[in-house]
């Protein structure tokens, strides 16, 4: 009869913890190599819903960062809107934009990408704003009315003409934002563009380059491998 050392039974009873962090491995990989899915570009401008107040919103050419999307609004709103279905559990949402030059005083959202989320089980509905705030720092974060929230995701260090990546765990930061999210979450709206929040009016100009989307697997539960002698 075959014996095997202490030694050797801990491995084995390690393969099953080893086994699952490389699954869990090989999905992250392949979640941020496949290809995202593109919700706004300068050539989709046509498929989303135009809130334009005293603004112009349309497609523009960059040398460095090619077909982008121009938003400019002269004291009113520049907003472009389209319902959201997701394929997948955990959406991540990606985009690239870029301010005119802003008076360094403004205090104000001079841009922002909005996420709405509803739960059919407890009929909540929340909103959540990534915006440019150049008096903000970056990361502020704060509730402006029952199940809304603002989260800045370009503040006081970020400058004008300058092009900026955004990468939003959209499910991940709405949980670390409002309490007791229902389990059956999901996102159902994305607006971009130019406007407060709160209506009021805005004037600024940028760019927003391509507003991507694409899926990160859900985190492995990996249960502790109790290990005998």
């Not at 084995?12 to 913890?17: F, I």
């Not at 706004?40 to 498929?47: C, F, G, H």
């Not at 709206?189 to 929040?197: H, K, S, T, Y």
Request: charged share 25%.
């Amino acid at each position: 009869m075959t014996s095997h050392s202490r030694k050797y039974r801990r491995r084995l009873h390690a393969l099953p913890a080893a086994l699952a962090l490389f699954i869990f491995a090989a999905l992250w990989l392949y979640s941020h190599t496949t290809s995202a899915d593109v919700l706004l570009s300068a050539k989709s401008i046509d498929e989303w819903n135009k809130d334009c107040r005293h603004c112009s919103i349309e497609p523009h050419y960059d040398v460095i960062q090619g077909e982008i999307v121009r938003l400019e609004s002269r004291m009113g709103r520049a907003l472009l809107s389209r319902s959201f279905v997701s394929e997948g559990a955990r959406p991540q949402l990606s985009w690239q934009w870029s301010l005119d030059q802003f008076d360094e005083e403004t205090s104000a959202a001079l841009m922002r990408v909005t996420v709405d989320f509803s739960s059919a089980e407890s009929d909540q509905i929340y909103r959540l704003h990534y915006v440019w705030n150049p008096a903000e720092r970056t990361t502020h974060r704060e509730m402006i009315d029952e199940n809304e929230y603002i989260w800045v995701v370009s503040g006081a260090k970020h400058t004008a003409r300058r092009w900026y990546s955004v990468e939003r765990d959209l499910k991940q930061d709405l949980g670390r934002l409002a309490e007791d999210v229902p389990e059956d979450i999901s996102v159902t709206r994305i607006e971009a563009g130019i406007g407060e929040p709160d209506g009021r009016k805005v004037r600024s100009g940028g760019y927003i380059s391509e507003l991507t989307v694409n899926y990160l697997p859900e985190p492995l539960s990996l249960e502790p491998v109790a290990t005998s002698d």
